[in-house]
């Protein structure tokens, strides 16, 4: 029996399959990359990258959680990029993104992908008010999930 999770994460893989046509490109491109950058670098670099997609998606009026997760959900939905859950916990954020085409940088580059998602979410967090707060990526408890966490920037 599968809990709703992963019920969840079969039903968008079975709707979205990856393209593979970018896959020998985006390693390449990985491997190139970690040749003249080190690890932080290239978190660096991502965020920055992520944040300039970001630009092109304004937040608009988000005034509630829920609205958040729509206008998330919206853009990464329009781009066959997995999906967001938001979850309020007492001390911070909880932002799950889900199915993200990341792998395609090949498995050596996953130290440093995520942070694309990270600056995304940073940009449109500071966009909508979260100036004083600080996302950090967490491990994930999902292999297919990445974990982000707004926090008090302390």
């Known amino acids: 029996m599968q809990d709703e999770h992963t019920a969840t994460l079969l039903d968008y893989y079975t709707r979205h399959q990856p393209s593979t046509q970018w896959r020998g490109f ?3 491109l990985a491997e ?19 944040a300039r997609f970001a630009t092109n998606y304004p937040a608009g009026e988000c005034a509630t959680l829920d609205d958040l997760a729509s206008f998330l959900n919206s853009i ?34 996953a130290p440093w992908t995520a942070a694309f998602l990270e600056g995304a979410y940073q940009h449109w967090l500071h966009e909508l008010g979260a100036g004083s707060l600080a996302l950090q990526q ?17």
């Open 138 to 154: 967490y491990e994930s408890s999902s292999a297919h999930a990445y974990e982000f966490r707004l926090l008090n920037a302390r």
């Open 32 to 50: 190139e990359f970690e040749t003249q950058l080190d690890t932080s670098q290239l978190r660096v670099l991502m965020a920055r990258i992520g």
């Open 26 to 28: 985006l390693t390449a």
């Open 76 to 109: 990464w939905s329009e781009l066959d990029w997995g999906f967001v859950r938001l979850a309020e916990k007492d001390e911070f954020l909880s932002i799950e993104h889900c199915c993200a085409p990341l792998a395609a940088f090949g498995e050596r580059a």
